[in-house]
């Protein structure tokens, strides 16, 4: 089941699907991998070192607390990617 849309502006142009754990997942052009992932209500992006979630935590690039595999390539910011048609976004675990 799928959580409830939380985007806040509005939808432009045709939706497509990117793939995040296995997952289906909605996705609006222009939209960053962050966004549409909170928007579809996954806060969990990556796996500290120490074994904590980590999500979204600034939105701008300077933490890198987003870090996802995004198409193989390990420690990919998510608020600073835009999401594509058929990505296909992991959870990073540790260091990459």
């Not at 849309?5 to 962050?34: N, Q, Y």
């Not at 933490?63 to 296909?88: H, Q, S």
Request: charge should be positive; include cysteine.
């Amino acid at each position: 089941m799928n959580a409830p849309d939380r985007r806040i502006r509005k939808k432009t142009g045709d939706s497509f699907l990117f793939e995040f754990e296995g997952r289906s997942i909605t996705a609006w052009p222009g939209e960053t991998v962050a966004a549409a992932l909170i928007a579809s209500g996954h806060y969990n992006l990556r796996t500290a070192e120490d074994q904590s979630n980590r999500g979204l935590f600034c939105g701008i690039g300077m933490c890198w607390e987003c870090r996802c595999v995004v198409d193989g390539n390990p420690n990919t910011r998510a608020c600073m990617t835009e999401v594509k048609p058929g990505m296909i976004v992991r959870r990073q675990h540790g260091v990459g």
